[in-house]
């Protein structure tokens, strides 16, 4: 029988606890899923593709080992779920601000590729508010970030922006 694969795009930058829990579903559902970070997208990333897929590979350690594939694609994501085989792209749903532009890609999607199923899949309530961009906004003013995402990309965070100083006017 044909593998089940499935694709999992998104910019990633960097990583959540919400990406990572959306990943460890797929991996339950289907047989392999290509974790997929979009170049050339138009948001001026904090952090290159290659620094992303490695927070990626870093995060999951052995727990996806075999089943899980990091790589970069560019391009429509529905060409790349064929290149793939895949028969399913997987999507997080936070809360209901997500549905308007998941539902306007879902169209887009299957006027360009009736045969590749969109999957959405919910995070658990406590990932519900995150956000790479909240993560970004908070880590750059030297918040603790700790509890948002994996270890290897607070550390990269921390990396990026120093931390906060008080500028006194004298
Ligand atoms: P994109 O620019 O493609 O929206 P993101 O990296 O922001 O890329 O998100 C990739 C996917 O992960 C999207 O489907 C998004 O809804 C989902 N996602 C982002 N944050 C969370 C979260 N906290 N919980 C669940 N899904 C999330």
Redesign the pocket.
């Known amino acids: 029988m044909r593998p089940r694969n499935a694709i ?6 960097p ?5 990572l ?2 990943l460890m579903r797929a991996i339950r559902l289907f047989d392999h899923v290509y974790v997929a970070v ?1 170049r050339n ?1 138009e ?1 001026t990333p904090l952090f290159t593709v290659e620094e992303r897929l490695d927070m990626w590979r870093e995060s999951v350690g052995s727990a996806g080992a075999g089943q899980v594939t990091f790589e970069s694609f560019d391009g429509l994501a529905v060409e790349y779920a064929r290149r793939r085989q895949a028969i399913a792209m ?5 809360a209901v601000s ?1 549905f308007e ?2 539902f306007k890609l879902a169209t887009a999607n299957r006027h360009l590729g009736a045969e590749i199923e969109m999957v ?4 658990s309530n406590e ?7 909240i993560v970004k906004e908070v880590a750059s003013m030297g918040g603790n970030v700790e509890s948002w995402v994996p270890g290897p990309v607070a550390r990269r965070l921390k990396a990026k922006y120093g931390h906060g100083e008080e500028k006194r006017q004298e």
């Not at 999992?8 to 930058?13: E, I, K």
């Not at 990932?127 to 961009?133: K, Y």
């Open positions: 999992y795009p998104g910019s990633f930058d990583i959540t606890f919400g990406h829990d959306i979009l997208s948001k997987v999507r997080g749903l936070r997500d532009a998941e959405y899949l919910m995070t990932h519900s508010f995150l956000s790479s961009t």
